[in-house]
Structure formats: C-alpha cells, structure tokens
C-alpha cells in the first residue's frame, strides 16, 4: 500500500478551501490541489493523478455525485478513493453516497485538527 | 284481500259449535228416547200389575155382593119358616127389580130335597126340576154353607154358566132350602168394568180355572168353558204352568213383545192374567220422540242463525280493520290510527296495531330525520366521501365534495370500479383499503382526477351499512398542500442547514486551527477572543445538530439500528469522547466495574445519549467533583444512572426537564455551553430506543439521571420507531 500524498480537494467555497487545504497541508502534511469546481477537478485529475479526491456535494454547474461519476470514467481515477464532504449528511444521503461508490463521508462542519486522521483512517480502510 | 282467510275462520268455528251441538243433541235424543222406552215399560209394568189387581178385586167383589144379596133373599126366606113355592114366588116378586140388577140371569129356589121350587125368569119345566145330583147343590144343603159352582153348563140355559148358592136356614139352624143365582158366562162379563180400567191402552183379560183347566171367562165371552190349551200351542199358559205371575212373551204376529201379569184367587182355584202388546208403548212414544226431534231441530237452527250472526257481528270489525290496513300498505290511504268502538280482543288488536304503528311511524321519522342529517353531513363535508359496494368495490355514491375534487361528475363516478381511480405505481387497491379500514389507521392514495394529473389524500374508511348489504365508506382528505408544506419545509430545513454549515465550516476550521497554534502567527492579546470565537462556533453547529436531530424525532424519520452492544465498551467510549470536556471542567468521570452486560440499542444515538448526560453532570459540577456511572440489571432491564456533585435542579423546574429549549437559568445556556435540547432529545432517543428516562435531585446536593434499556429486543417491535409525545408526564418517562 502506498503512502497516501496527494489528494484533490474540489469545493467551490474558496474559505472551505482554504481551511482544508491548511489543515491537510500543514497539520497532515500531505499535498493538496484545490478545484473550484467539477469540471476544474476533472481537468486537473490527469496531470495531478490524485491518490484520494475529497468531493463537495452542492456545488453550482455540475454537483458532487455528477463529478463522482465523471472522475469514475476517467483511467487514471481507476482505484482512487473519493471521500464526499458535505453538510447534506441525513442517513438516506449518506447511504446514497456510498451507492455510488464513495469511499466515505466526512461531515461538515469538519475538525481540521482531526481531519487528516480521519482522511487516513478513510485511506487505510479503503486498502484493506 | 285478505277477507275469505278470516271467512274461513268464522266457518271454522261456526262448523265446530254446530257439529259439536248436533252431535250433543243426537247423543241427548238417542238417551232420552232409551230412557223413556225403560220409564214407559216400567211405568205400563205398573200399571197393567194394578189393573189386574183391581179386576181381581173386581171379581171378588162382584161375586160377593151377589152372594150377599143371595144371603138376604135366603134370610127372608127363612123368615117365613119353610121354603115352599107360595113363599118362594112372593119373596121373588117382592125383589124382582133387584134380582134382575145382580142375576139377570135369572135365580132358581130349591125346598131341602133340592127340587126347584121358585124362579125368576120363567123356564118351562123347570120348576120341580130336581137339582140335588149338581155336586155344589149337594154340598151346600148338607153342610149349609154358600158356594159358588165351578162353570158348568146351565142344563135348562145350555149355556156355560156358574152358580152362587146360599142356604135358607131357620133359626135352630137346619136346611130349609137353597136360594142359587146363575150367572150366564157369556152374556153376563163380570169383567168390563176391571177391562174399562186400563187407561186406553188395550188389554185381553182371561180368568182361568186352574184346576179344571178350563177358562172361566176372557174378555172374549166366547172362551168360556172352553178347555185351556196346551203348552206347546201357548207360550203364555206355559209360562203360567211354570210358576211365573209376571214377565215378557214375544208375541210372532205383531214382532214385538207382550206383558203378562197373573194374580191368584185362590178360594177360588182361579187366575186372573192379562195380556198387552208393548208395541202400544212405542206407539205412544214416537209422537213424543218426533215432537222432541222438531223441537231440537228448531233450536239447532236458531243457534245456528245466533252464532252466524255474532260471528258476523265479531269478524267484521276485524275483516275491515285488515282491509284498512291492506289499503294502508298499499298506499290507497294515509297511515293513519284505525278507529274502533271495541273493547273486546278485536279492540285490543286494533289499538295494539295502532301504538305499533305509531311507534313505527315515529321510528321512520327519527331515521328520516338522522339521515337528512347525515345527507347533509354527506352533502356538505370538507372531506371527499365515497360510497363502495364491499364485494365489487364499485363506486355507489360519491359527494359533492369528491366531485370537485377528482372533476368527474357524480354520475360518471356511479358504478365505476374505484381501483380505476388509483394512479399508478402504488399498492393494489384491496392492500390499500385493508390498510384504511384499520382503527385509527389510514393510507395515502394517490387519485387520478378527470383532466389531467393526479391528487394525493389520506383516506380512511369504515363499513357501514346493514349486514346483508355492506358498504365501504372511504373519507378522502385532500393532503397536496400538506405535502407540498412538508417539502417545502424539508427543503427549508435541508438548505438552511446547509447553508448555516458552509459558512460555520470555515469559520470553526480557521479558528481552530488558528487556536491550535499549527500556523505559529497568533497574536497573544488575541488568544482568548479567537477562543471565544472557536466555542461559540462549536455551539452553532451543535445547535444545527440538536435541531436536524429534534426535527427528525418530531416527523418519525429518525432511522435507529437497534443491536446488541457491550455496555462496558460503550461507557468506555464515552468516558474518551468526554475526557477532554471532563478534563477543562476538572471533575472526575468514574465507571463502574466492568460487569459484561448488552443492551438492545442504536451504538451512535446511545453515544448520544450518554454524551448528553455526562456533559449535563459535568457542566454542572464544581471542579474536583466526581461524575459517577452506576449500572443496575434485572432480567429485561438494565439501568444506567449519572450521579453528579452539583447544584441539583429546582424544584420548579424539575417537571420541565425534559421539555425543549428548557434551562432552569436563561443565562446558563450561554455561561456553561448548550442548546437547551440536550435532554429533550434524550428523552425522545431512549423512548425511540424502547427505554426508559428518568431522574432525582435534591436542589444543593446533585441530581441522578437514569436511562432504563431493554437487555433483549422486545417481541413485536421493529426499529425505528417514532417518537410518541409523552403520556405520563412524571418525573419517569418511558
């Protein structure tokens, strides 16, 4: 199993962003590309070649779920996790979520101090 | 009609009295007529036995009075001193007229030799005819004592005769001569007058001389002399040769039967029998009978024209008040109380149809009455209302109010089957139905209307109806705006929730990570207000959370996995989550032994649970106090129980407890952190959970909060369930 390193983050809130991207940069040292939307994200993917995408769900133009499924198209996303980030957490939503092939939730409003362990413990059960 | 059935009755009953009568009369004449045949027979017994006493009396005295009169013609005889012809014929012309009175026949005087020296009735030859051979002469001129002959024939009257002697005796006594009578058998009946005796019924009288056995007279002269017959040739002298005096002869000329009745002279050796035909007595007694027959028949039709017309007179009110009541139900005349000046039964008929009536006309009202009532009810009601057949399920009615809500009219939903109404995609119509009809129960069923797209409504239904004939009436309420209020809020809740997390994300994460001191740039003036800020965010989001939560419990949709968890991993869970809370606040979190005990509940909502109540008994407790979990099991429960050191809970407000957004201190929610829907949400957690929650405090010395859970899931429940408003309302609430 490698080492989790690089993970995309794609939220179109830019403040959201930024605090993740601290949290997992500074706190889990690990290597963040930060997308404003899922057309950037799917964009980037190829070059980027994330190891885990952290998705928002509402997003304007195309949602969370619909870049789910776009990103599963692509070859170099075969086997990558992606982790759905969402304020939108009923049970029925969340079960949803995995339906479609997420590989967990992490519910906003999140602890950055503890985000990056439950980002690993996400990673880790992922290879299990 | 129903006339000619009572008719009949009346035939009946007239049918019944007349026969019962008739035969009564027959059955009275055949007895009567029996009786009167015995009476008569004894009655004419009677009579013919006293008859024949009297013509012996008769006879007797007949006979005596000629012997008495004989005596004294011999008396003055006498007196002269000697019987001799000049003597004789003086004393027979000084008494002739008597003489021919009691001897028409004629009496004959003989001197003491027996020689005929006197007679009555001149005979030629006669006088010195000598008569002392005729053995009567003889006896009465030796012994000088009268007698009577037995019949002989007269020798000069050569004729059956008898004769009466008396002797003419002087005064020492000695025989002078002989006065004698003759009475002539057959000319002279001793017997008419005994024969007149005998109350107009015939009777043959015959006056036999036993001895000589010959007759000595009969009601027919000519018998006299004549020798009785033999046996073989008369029944009658052969019953008299057998001892009888009395008794019944059939007689073979008339065919019916003869009495006879015998008395004895016996001075005389003589019987005295007379004979009568009983056919007399019948004759007698048919002009009777017939006479009672007429009468009888006369009466049996009187009685016959009386109970015809009391029959009449009873049957006809009673035929008319039918024929009214015919009319009546046919609808020629008004219902209507029948009149009737009776007091008999047929009175208490009528009156007693009448209240009936009544009753039954008041009934209608009341019925007519409830259903205008329950018409309008129908006609009126907010809710559509249809009427179903139970077996076809077709529609029968359907009120105004279905009408404008599906915009069919109410004629092209009669006789339609109602399963035609259901848009698709649901359950089978009978599923849905079964489901409505449920007490207290109801189904969603979504109807098609008549142009275009569909409506959803609660429906509820119940079976009304007589029991041969059951319908199904089904309520259906419109709920489209209800739904579309609840999406609408749904929808509210889901984006504000969302839209209060997006902005509280950045703000608790940067704060908190500023706070966190990762970035090594924060200002030390600004540490408390950056910590002020972080709290403050965690009590937004926790406010969210307890918000969602209390919605969800509200609407049912809260979703438990109820499983079975280790007690003692989930305390110790707590007890880490909390440990941090625990340790600012600086009081002691003590478990109790582990002890291997499950409970039946959801892992995260009993997480919740506890968090809740731990967080409550350390919010409250004053630093260096210990907050102590004790565990309690029965065999299906097991309770939980967080003491605390703290302040206890006023009384005041001990009943609100568990009520929402309640804190005893308005100011306590900001002071020590909370939502104020802590234990309210609780509460509705462990009642979700099948459990029970419950606490005591004394103000000062701490409260006891305890949590009751089942150790096995009860039978017959399924998760979830929804929370319930409380029924109890006490201290304990399950």
């Not at chain 2, 009475?183 to 005998?198: K, S």
């Not at chain 2, 020798?227 to 019944?248: C, E, K, N, T, Y």
């Not at chain 2, 509460?683 to 010395?701: D, E, K, W, Y």
Request: include cysteine.
């Amino acid at each position: 199993m490698n080492k989790l390193e690089r993970i995309m983050h794609i939220e179109d809130d830019p403040s959201i962003q930024e605090v993740a991207r601290v949290a997992l940069e500074i706190v889990g040292g690990f290597t963040v590309k930060s997308c404003d939307s899922g057309a950037e994200g799917l964009a980037q993917a190829p070059a980027f070649a994330p190891q885990l995408v952290l998705l928002d769900v509402m997003m304007p133009g195309m949602d969370g779920p619909q870049t789910l499924i776009e990103l599963q198209k692509l070859s170099c996303m075969q086997g990558v996790p992606v982790v759905f980030m969402t304020a939108k957490a009923q049970t029925q939503e969340v079960s949803g979520y995995h339906n479609l092939g997420a590989a967990g939730v992490i519910i906003k409003p999140f602890d950055p101090m503890t985000l990056s362990e439950q980002i690993t413990e996400i990673w880790n059960s992922w290879h299990e | 009609m129903k006339q000619p059935r009572y008719s009949r009755l009346a035939i009946k009953i007239l049918l019944l009295i007349l026969g019962a009568s008739l035969l009564q009369a027959v059955l009275s004449g055949w007895i009567t007529q029996r009786a009167l045949r015995s009476d008569m027979q004894d009655l004419l017994i009677e009579q013919q036995t006293r008859i024949n006493r009297n013509a012996v009396q008769l006879i007797d005295r007949e006979l005596d009075i000629r012997q008495q009169f004989l005596a004294t013609l011999a008396a003055q005889l006498a007196l002269s001193g000697r019987a001799s012809y000049p003597a004789a014929q003086r004393l027979i012309d000084s008494q002739r007229a008597n003489i021919n009175h009691y001897f028409p026949g004629g009496i004959l005087i003989l001197n003491d030799q027996g020689v005929a020296i006197g007679e009555s009735t001149h005979v030629e030859g006669r006088l010195g005819t000598r008569y002392a051979d005729r053995p009567h002469i003889k006896q009465a001129l030796s012994s000088g004592q009268p007698n009577i002959s037995k019949p002989i024939m007269g020798r000069t009257l050569n004729a059956p005769i008898i004769s009466i002697s008396a002797p003419v005796k002087n005064a020492r006594g000695e025989v002078l001569g002989l006065v004698a009578g003759v009475i002539e058998l057959e000319r002279e009946n001793l017997f008419d007058a005994a024969v007149n005796l005998t109350l107009g019924v015939p009777s043959r009288l015959f006056v036999l001389d036993t001895t000589h056995q010959i007759y000595v007279t009969a009601t027919d002269p000519k018998l006299a002399m004549q020798p009785l017959p033999d046996s073989a040739d008369s029944p009658l002298l052969a019953a008299l040769r057998s001892g009888q005096s009395s008794g019944l002869l059939h007689n073979s000329e008339t065919g019916g039967d003869d009495l006879f009745i015998a008395d004895d002279m016996p001075h005389l050796g003589w019987r005295v029998v007379s004979l009568t035909a009983l056919k007399q007595i019948t004759d007698k007694l048919d002009p009777i009978l017939s006479q009672r027959l007429i009468i009888g028949l006369i009466f049996f039709l009187l009685l016959a024209l009386a109970l015809v017309l009391l029959l009449r007179r009873a049957m006809n009110p009673l035929s008319a008040a039918a024929h009214q009541i015919t009319e009546m139900m046919e609808g020629q005349r008004p219902i209507q109380p029948i009149r009737i000046d009776r007091t008999d039964e047929v009175g208490h008929l009528v009156h007693a149809f009448n209240q009936l009536s009544q009753r039954q006309q008041q009934q209608a009202r009341e019925l007519q009455r409830e259903r205008d009532l329950l018409r309008s009810q129908f006609d009126q009601s907010s809710d559509a209302i249809v009427l179903l057949d139970v077996h076809s399920l077709q529609i029968l009615e359907a009120n105004p109010q279905c009408t404008r809500l599906l915009g069919y009219s109410a004629e092209r939903l009669r006789g339609r089957p109602f399963a035609e109404l259901l848009a698709g995609d649901q359950p089978p119509l009978p599923a849905l139905l079964q489901q409505a009809m449920t007490e207290a129960g109801h189904c969603i069923m979504a109807l098609l209307r008549q142009f275009g797209g569909s409506v959803h409504c609660e429906v509820t239904g119940a079976s009304v109806g007589l029991p041969d004939q059951r319908q199904l009436m089904l309520n259906l309420r419109d709920i489209s705006e209800r739904l579309r209020n609840e999406q609408l809020k749904n929808d509210f809740v889901s984006t504000v929730s969302h839209e209060l997390r997006t902005p509280l994300t950045s703000i608790y994460g940067s704060l908190r990570l500023v706070n966190s001191g990762v970035l090594h740039s924060q200002p030390e003036q600004a540490a408390s207000l950056l910590q002020a800020a972080e709290e403050n965010s965690q009590r937004l989001t926790a406010l969210i959370n307890d918000l969602l939560d209390i919605d969800k419990l509200e609407a049912g949709k809260l979703e438990l996995k109820l499983q079975q968890l280790d007690l003692d991993q989930q305390l110790q869970d707590a007890r880490r989550l909390l440990a941090s809370t625990a340790a600012e606040a600086e009081v002691r979190l003590q478990l109790p032994a582990p002890h291997g005990l499950h409970i039946m509940a959801d892992p995260q909502r009993f997480q919740q649970v506890l968090a809740n109540l731990l967080s409550n008994a350390i919010k409250f407790s004053p630093p260096g106090a210990v907050v102590e979990i004790a565990t309690q099991a029965t065999e299906q429960q097991v309770r939980l129980v967080v003491i605390d050191q703290g302040e206890g809970i006023p009384l005041a407000f001990q009943a609100n407890v568990f009520k929402r957004f309640a804190q005893a201190d308005a100011t306590a929610t900001r002071q020590r952190g909370g939502t104020g829907l802590g234990l309210a949400i609780t509460h509705s957690l462990v009642r979700a959970m099948h459990g029970a929650i419950g606490f005591s405090s004394t103000p000062g010395q701490g409260s006891q909060f305890w949590v009751s859970l089942p150790r096995v899931l009860p039978p017959n429940t399924y998760a979830p369930r929804s929370a319930a408003p409380d029924s109890n309302g006490s201290k304990a609430h399950e």
